[in-house]
């Protein structure tokens, strides 16, 4: 996680001595796509998501621009039906298994502004991301019939690239800051667990 943040963050500050460099930061709320069994609760959505990123815009293109970024889309949580071994009546009994997903990823896009008045832009982002998710699981143990609380049944994490898609506006207030509304969206696989994640939002950027 400190190396992800490190290079978000050398990335962002490179921006910063080229022309027309910006960085950024932004909080919102996310949701995923997960498996939710018939009759399961699930959590598809996450608390503190975030957003980190920088970038520059492309000599000669001066409504295109290159920008990485690292989004924290959070943790989000499915259960699933499952059998457990009740001790206490020495039989198999029908439980549930809960799948704790946490989602991140890094992102490399293409980016294009609009101005359609003055200091508002419109924005539209497209490259790949870095999926980065990891599933814990944990099992609700049973005895004598009765649930006794979740016990850990492992993890598993994996790495792979997704398509990623960002929209947003920005308004330049009196070229000091921009205030910045953006929705990315991207997806996740790891295992079992897959689906398409997302993040609305808010947050500041300054231009160099």
Same mark, same amino acid.
């Given at each position: ?8 963050? =050398? ?44 970038? #520059? ?16 889309? *959070? ?6 039906? #499952? ?23 890094? #992102? &490399?896009? =293409? ?6 008045? &003055? ?27 009765? &649930? ?16 990623? =898609? ?8 009196? *070229? ?26 808010? *947050? ?5």
């Amino acid at each position: 996680m400190k190396r992800v943040l490190m290079g978000v963050a =050398l990335a962002a500050a490179a921006s910063a001595v080229w022309a027309d460099g910006y960085v950024g930061a932004a909080y919102g709320s996310s949701k995923a796509g997960v498996k939710c069994e018939s009759g399961m609760p699930c959590d598809h959505r996450a608390s503190n998501p975030f957003k980190i990123y920088g970038g #520059t815009k492309i000599a000669d293109l001066p409504n295109f621009g290159m920008e990485v970024s690292y989004i924290r889309f *959070g943790s989000f949580d499915a259960q699933h039906a #499952t059998q457990v071994y009740d001790a206490g009546a020495a039989a198999t009994v029908d439980s549930y298994e809960k799948h704790h997903i946490n989602a991140r990823a890094i #992102t &490399a896009a =293409l980016v294009g502004r609009y101005e359609p008045v &003055a200091n508002l832009n419109l924005v539209g982002r497209i490259g790949l991301a870095y999926s980065i998710a990891s599933v814990d699981y944990a099992v609700m143990s049973v005895n004598n019939g009765a &649930a006794s609380g979740y016990v850990s049944n492992g993890s598993q994490t994996s790495s792979k690239v997704k398509p990623y =898609l960002g929209v947003g506006v920005e308004y330049d207030i009196k *070229g000091i800051v921009k205030v910045a509304l953006a929705y990315d969206w991207s997806q996740y696989a790891v295992a079992e667990e897959k689906g398409n994640v997302s993040l609305w939002s808010l *947050g500041v950027q300054k231009d160099f």
